[in-house]
């Protein structure tokens, strides 16, 4: 299967710091998602995005779709405790497929 | 969205036996999808679960093991069967409008095969 390299893997940071991280691929995709997981819950959608250089923010986050189609972004400005969980990005190469890959995920500790 | 429901939970589970895993939405969905994740890692599909049709396997994963069922559009079950301590995981249901379209998670089931 499709391999999404996700970078970092994990980010410990003070509370209202900003976060970046990163999902790259060697494949080019037409649907980039984002997703955060919370120990023992499913993954929860938070932003996607379905054009190169796409920039969509919600709230506080803000994600891009890479130029080259084969990576995407995300930043979260004054990060707050909440916002600690698991960070996956799930790319699709096609439009009408089913199939989205995962990314490995970036683990996100807040420290108040 | 829709509100997704699985059951059961959490679960313990012997060697060599079954288990079957819900997944009940509150609306009628298009997709439905069955996910696992491993301890400390990502997801990977298992299959996508077809209303009234045999289930689409993606490649690692068949359906002597993992027997799917989808009778209607708000419900599907994932069985795995002959457990092993390999198949302890998270087992997620997640479902999207079309094809293509984002996809939603249930909270997931986390199974112990002891």
């Known amino acids: 299967g499709q391999q999404l390299n996700q970078s970092p893997q994990s980010m410990f940071i003070q509370e209202g710091e900003d976060v970046s991280m990163n999902c790259t691929s060697s494949s080019i995709f037409n649907t980039w998602l984002w997703y955060k997981q919370d120990p023992g819950e499913g993954p929860v959608l938070l932003i996607a995005l379905y054009k190169a250089g796409e920039l969509t923010s919600n709230g506080r986050l803000t994600a891009q779709f890479g130029i080259t189609r084969k990576d995407s972004f995300l930043n979260i400005s004054a990060s707050i405790p909440s916002d600690v969980g698991i960070y996956f990005c799930?790319?699709?190469?096609?439009?009408?497929?089913?199939?989205?890959?995962f990314g490995t995920g970036t683990s996100l500790t807040v420290i108040p | 969205s829709a509100v997704i429901s699985q059951k059961p939970s959490r679960d313990i589970c012997q060697r060599g036996t079954s288990l079957t895993i819900q997944c009940q939405v509150d609306?009628?969905?298009?997709?439905m999808f069955w996910y696992r994740q491993q301890p400390g890692q990502s997801l990977t599909l298992i299959a996508t679960?077809?209303?009234?049709?045999?289930?689409?396997?993606e490649s690692g994963f068949v359906i002597d093991k993992f027997p799917i069922s989808r009778p209607n559009l708000t419900f599907s079950t994932l069985t795995v069967s002959n457990m092993s301590p390999e198949d302890s995981s998270i087992y997620l249901c997640?479902?999207?409008?079309?094809?293509?379209?984002?996809?939603?998670f249930g909270d997931g089931t986390r199974l112990s095969i002891l």
């Open positions: 799930a790319g699709q190469l096609g439009y009408t497929g089913n199939q989205f890959y």
């Open positions: 997640s479902v999207a409008d079309g094809l293509g379209q984002p996809q939603h």
């Open positions: 679960a077809n209303q009234g049709s045999e289930a689409t396997y």
């Open positions: 609306s009628q969905v298009t997709m």
